[in-house]
C-alpha cells in the first residue's frame, strides 16, 4: 500500500528501479513456507479473485495477501508489469471428454427435428 502511495508522487521507473533484484515480495510456496522473492526474476502469482484463491492456494508459490489486498494493488501492478504474473490472465480452462462417445440415436432425431421447427 505504501508503495501505491509513492508512485502517485513521482514517476513508477523511479521508484521500482530501484527495487529490481531485491527481495521483497512475501510469497507463499506450495509446501507453506513464506519467503520473499525478487518481482522481477522469480516466477509467483497474484490471486485475483477468490475462485483462483482457493483453486491455486498451496498448488502455486502465491504473493502472501488476500485477494481485496491484491485488487488494491492494482496500480503498482501496472506500473511493475506484473499482469502476466495475475492469476486471472494465467488461467486457462480447458475441457475434454472423458470415457467412451456413446451415439444417442433419439437424441439426434429429437435435436433435428427441433431444428426444422425452429428454422420454419
Avoid at 518481482?39 to 479473485?49: I, Q
Avoid at 475441457?95 to 427435428?113: Q, Y
Wanted: hydrophobic share 35%; proline share 4%; charged share 35%.
Amino acid at each position: 500500500m505504501l508503495l501505491n502511495e509513492h508512485l502517485a508522487r513521482k514517476s513508477p521507473q523511479d521508484c521500482l528501479s530501484q527495487l529490481k533484484e531485491k527481495k521483497i515480495i512475501p510469497v507463499k510456496r506450495p509446501d507453506g513456507e513464506l519467503c520473499l522473492m525478487d518481482y522481477d526474476k522469480d516466477t509467483w502469482y497474484l490471486a485475483d479473485r477468490q475462485n483462483l484463491w482457493d483453486c491455486f492456494n498451496g498448488k502455486l508459490p502465491m504473493i502472501n495477501f488476500n485477494v481485496r489486498t491484491v485488487r488494491k494493488l492494482k496500480p503498482l501492478i501496472d506500473a511493475m508489469g506484473l499482469e502476466s504474473s495475475l492469476l486471472s490472465k494465467s488461467d486457462e480452462r480447458t475441457a475434454e471428454t472423458v470415457g467412451v462417445k456413446i451415439f444417442d440415436d433419439d437424441k439426434t432425431s429429437e435435436l433435428r427435428h427441433r431444428v426444422q421447427y425452429f428454422s420454419r
